[in-house]
């Protein structure tokens, strides 16, 4: 199923600057690895300062042991996020893979915990490939062909059988597969589909039927019931209709009988549902709360649900009685985001990531749902600072150009710094993600230890808000959002505490783009611009991303091959605007980037030095969609502080 978040942030390790990259006394020498155009020579100084904000960990859990009360996670002691195992709550966080990138999703072959399965990619270009890691012996097999991409997985109830996605067969569409990860051979297509769209979610108790999703859009899936003899798939959420409706997450009742939903039909928000599988009839279970559902879990007994609300951004914990359809007590935890998917099999405890502006992301678990009683079993290392003096943000709104009111979060500098403060606003990816409170890693560098305040808008398109909103920015409508940021930039000249004369606009992914576009819109309005793999031109990012996700994206930002949406693409398109951009301008990209490809920070790069508007430039050759090693992220952040010292603060 479409994950709607996944606790991978920043993983830290104490080393200083001097070590990453080769330097002398004064300044900081970028790695071979590194493409660095326009920036300036790093001073050593600046480095060791902001060193200090790179030693964040983060740590989630992965997958519960079967029959021992211990837990995969996932956390970085190096320079890539890697699989550890931790026995017990606080115990030692033992590194069991070690590779140049990253590994993650790792899962317990379910009946004897004897191995995982887990993915790898390389260089950050998403071509995930399965591997399997013995106990034993300490030996890792590859699974699948090392070429395609592969994702997912759910294991059936006799633990003999793994259903995933790839693919393989012709690199553009999802099909189904399945394989014991004990025998590698054993791997074969279980059901040929078309689109990208594809996903295998949960076995039937049996494991005669296979639960399957077909993602279309943020407001549009599907759920199937496949028939393993037959092959045979049934459509359970009919198409059609006037409205879309989404599906989620999904899993079988234990009796197999009927399957639990989060689904925004017939509402604004997500709801948690029971659909009967005989009627198709839906029973919702959450129509008392007026927020998405973020995701749950059931108990392997199927006797209890956890589940998070997202309440204006925050966790909420619920847990749910399926017999009587009742909510249990469940603890209250401080302010955060918490993420409980994770039962183990002894139907007592369960397993959760929770993080906040406090707190980087640990792991913990609910031991005995009776109690209440909460349990922490990592505890991430903050570089020795202090994260209780970080900011808490505050939840600001503002009327945007058709009175309908946006909002996001504003993180203040200490009250040390007085006067009126600079600005970034740091606008997130996606389009339907949500600016969350999210512990900040480096980003609290900048109001900590550079007085400035950061808003992180949530502008018309972003999930969390109900799906009309979430609908505002599709298609033709792109640019509503683009004035949601005219909007804010309205907004801040009224505060007395913000310096609408001192802003910076950055994002990351559609972030990125985003950022690009308000500095055409608004050029006169802000400082400098930071664009970290943003698409340039939404025509030609939709004919060169991965084949696998045009059609999806399509949806979102309309097709470029009907003449007059590409029309109307090229108008916007940052690209074919940027003699407007006359202000500094910095352009991060990834050189193995499968989402957004390298030549659209190029084509943009190219155009603004036209302007005579200082451009700079960082690529790094070993990584995909954003900058996932530690190294690079350091010298990203580096960059970074340098370029708001010399454009925004001055």
């Known amino acids: ?106 899962t317990y072959q379910p009946t004897k915990g004897d191995y995982f399965v887990f993915s790898k990619d390389s260089g950050g270009d998403e071509n995930f490939q399965k591997c399997r890691y013995d106990f034993a012996t300490g030996a890792i097999t590859l699974l699948t062909d090392g070429k395609s991409r592969n994702t997912g997985g759910v294991w059936s109830n006799a633990g003999d059988q793994l ?99 989060t689904t925004d039909r017939d509402s604004e928000f997500h709801r948690l549902a029971y659909i009967d599988l005989a009627t198709k009839k839906h029973t919702y279970l959450t129509t008392h709360i007026k927020w998405d559902v973020d995701g749950f879990a059931l108990s392997w007994d199927g006797r209890m649900i956890a589940f998070a609300a997202n309440e204006d951004g925050l966790s909420v914990l619920h847990l749910l009685d399926t017999r009587s359809a009742k909510e249990r007590p469940a603890p209250l935890l401080p302010p955060g985001l918490a993420f409980p998917d994770r039962w183990h099999q002894n139907n007592r405890d369960l397993g959760f990531s929770y993080m906040s502006a406090h707190n980087p992301g640990d792991c913990y678990s609910l031991l005995d749902v009776k109690t209440g009683k909460v349990e922490r079993w990592t505890a991430s290392e903050t570089g020795g600072l202090n994260t209780q003096d970080f900011s808490v943000p505050e939840v600001v709104r503002w009327q945007s150009f058709d009175g309908r009111v946006i909002s996001g979060l504003l993180y203040k500098p200490p009250v040390k710094y007085t006067g009126k403060r600079p600005v970034i606003i740091d606008i997130h990816g996606g389009p339907e993600a949500q600016a969350r409170p999210w512990f900040q890693w480096e980003n609290n560098y900048f109001p900590n230890e550079l007085g400035v305040a950061v808003i992180q808008p949530n502008v018309r398109g972003s999930s969390g808000y109900g799906k009309t909103f979430l609908q505002l920015d599709d298609g033709f409508l792109r640019e509503g959002a683009y004035q949601d940021i005219g909007a804010l930039l ?67 930002y309309g097709d470029e091959r009907d003449p007059k949406m590409r029309e109307f693409l090229n108008r916007i398109a940052p690209l074919n605007n940027a003699t ?68 925004l603060l001055k």
Request: with cysteine.
């Open 1 to 106: 199923m479409k994950r709607k978040l996944a606790i991978l942030g920043l993983w830290a390790v104490t080393f200083s600057a001097a070590s990453i990259y080769a330097g002398t006394d004064d300044v900081l020498i970028p790695g071979d690895n590194l493409i660095v155009e326009g920036v300036p020579k790093i001073p050593m100084p600046l480095a060791d300062e902001v060193s200090r904000y790179t030693e964040f960990r983060v740590a989630g859990i992965l997958n519960w042991h079967p029959t021992r009360r211990e837990m995969l996670i996932g956390t970085r002691f190096a320079d890539t996020y890697q699989i550890h195992l931790v026995k017990f709550p606080g115990g030692a966080r033992t590194q069991l893979t070690f590779f140049k990138d990253g590994a993650r999703d790792a």
């Open 163 to 261: 259903a995933y996605e790839s693919t393989r067969r012709n690199g553009q569409d999802v099909d189904l597969w399945v394989m014991n990860p004990s025998d590698p051979k054993s791997d074969q297509m279980l059901v040929q589909l078309q689109g990208g769209g594809w996903s295998a979610v949960d076995f039937s108790p049996t494991d005669r039927q296979l639960l399957i999703s077909e993602y279309i859009s943020a407001n549009e899936s599907y759920l199937w019931l496949l028939d393993r003899a037959t092959g045979v798939r049934t459509l359970l959420t009919p198409k059609g209709g006037p409205q879309k409706v989404a599906y989620d997450y999904a899993q079988f009742s234990k009796d197999g009988k009927g399957i639990y939903v």
């Open 490 to 556: 309205d907004w801040i000249k009224t505060r007395p505490d913000l310096d609408a004369g001192r802003i910076m606009v950055t994002g990351g992914s559609y972030g990125g783009h985003m950022t690009l576009a308000v500095a055409t819109y608004y050029p006169e309005r802000i400082r400098c611009a930071l664009d970290i793999v943003g698409p340039s031109n939404l025509a030609t990012f939709l004919e060169h991303t991965s084949a696998y996700r045009q059609d999806l994206r399509r949806v979102e």
């Open 580 to 647: 407007k951009i006359t202000k500094p301008l910095f352009v991060v990209q990834g050189g193995n980037d499968p989402r957004v490809p390298a030549r659209e920070s190029e084509q943009m790069v190219q155009t603004v030095r036209k302007n005579g508007t200082p451009v700079w430039y960082l690529v790094a050759k070993d990584e995909g969609h954003g900058f996932a090693k530690k190294k690079n992220r350091d010298f990203l952040l580096y960059t970074t502080v340098l370029f708001i010292k010399e454009y």
